[in-house]
């Protein structure tokens, strides 16, 4: 906080204080789990759904959630009483209308709140065949009171009785589409509660400190507060800056990791790039021939690189197009280049004499690796391919070929390493979700914490005491949004239009 003119306590006469002894009404904990402070759409309803994927399976769950759900479970079960909470039960399921056996299936009762949802929820774990499917959700739906869930309304039921917090929802929501290790391993993080508990501990810092300035507020101009109070929240606000800044500089590691990692295989013409794409994603995405300039545009396929989601792209031989057609393919290449998170080099190793090989070295590569070493710029791994053409002595390097691995895309020597450099560098890229903080995977965690951390400059600036108060305040509310949504309708909206309808 900036100096206080004066740095006493404010005339009584210019705020309603409250009586000696009282403190005004505090803001609940933006770090418990309240739920969203509104009911989720149509909470008074039972709602059901297939939780389990769609198709031929060997068991499908269908589950309920809802004050009805116990009702259901004894309208289609037989016998009719309820079986013992959180216990498997084999039952034989019927048509409640009809009598008509539908299957003999696995029951499960969780009354609320100990429960997924928090509400009383049932399980019905059934032969995955699609008519068995299809005739108990047609019973369900003759059970009055019962009506088919919207996607994502089991989470969002979850959240507003608070079993979840919204960055825990999120990582569930990521865990579900996690495509390779590193996102599941992220997701899992932040479903376990590691961002959720990390913001937390900030907010119950910004707590402590409102706390100790509102107190000045009220009782600065009394002898019985301790020395130095203000200067004591001065200190806490500035570590917190430093936590919060570092975190904003990783922000778009966790968002690599959620989204994928920009790579592209550049090089002079008839190095192996396409040959080096397809060897990388394990399927035929590019046309391989020994004719220089067979690719003409940006080729771009997803992959799994050493446990890391990539979206690599193969690209036009850097070099004076021959044609209009080649010409935009380079501008292209070049363009996406300059894109890129992480450039792979690719150069033929028995041709690196050659006025291609030593431009693309002079114009591509040395640049780069003199930018590397710099916060969040480009990496770039120089790979010499076909090594299998090299004489048994191995290349014939000049001084200026930097630090590279040896390929052959033909036999897949020296494929191992490659892919160890690579899970190396997209570590760095998108953060290892093995070790270290948990990381910001979304726009919406980067949005709130630089809110949080403007208002803390706000209150470094701020020359009166009531002023800092408000700063402090603001910064806390953009960490109970970041948790529990703020209770913007809008923005929860779009994070549970990500789950299926089931979950």
Known sequence: MGPVQPRSAPEKETKAAPARGGRRPRVPEPCTRQGSGAPAPGSGATIFALSSGQGRCGIAVIRTSGPASGHALRSLTAPRDLPRARSACLRLLIDPLSGEPLDRALVLWF?????????????????????????????????????????????????????????????????????????????????????????????????????????????????????????????????????????????????????????????????GKSSLVNLLSRKPVSIVSPEPGTTRDVLETPVDLAGFPVLLSDTAGLREGKGPVEQEGVRRARERLEQADLILAVLDASDLASPSSCNFLDTVVTPAIARSPSGNSQRLLLVLNKSDLLPPGGPDLSPEVPSHLLLSCLTGEGLDGLLEALRKELAAVCGDPSTGPPLLTRARHQHHLQGCLDALGHYKQAKDVALAAEALRIARGHLACLTSGGGTEEILDIIFQDFCVGK
């Open 111 to 271: 009354p609320g709140p100990q429960s997924f949802t928090g509400e009383d929820c049932a399980e019905f774990h059934v032969h995955g065949g699609p008519a068995v499917v299809s005739g108990v959700l047609q019973a369900l739906g003759r059970v009055p009171g019962l009506r088919p869930a919207e996607a994502g309304e089991f989470t969002r039921r979850a959240f507003a009785h608070g079993k979840l917090s919204l960055t825990e929802v999120e990582g569930l929501a990521d865990l579900i589409h996690a495509e390779t290790e590193a996102q599941r391993r992220q997701a899992l993080r932040q479903l376990d509660g590691e961002l959720g508990d990390l913001c937390c501990g900030w907010a119950e810092t910004l707590t402590k400190a409102l706390a100790h300035v509102e107190a000045y507020i009220d009782f600065g101009e009394d002898d019985n507060l301790e020395e130095g109070i203000l200067e004591r929240v001065d200190s806490q606000v500035r570590e917190l800056e430093l936590a919060l800044d570092t975190h904003l500089r990783d922000a778009r590691r966790g968002m690599r990791l959620r989204s994928g990692a920009h790579v592209v295989v550049t090089g002079p013409p008839n190095a």
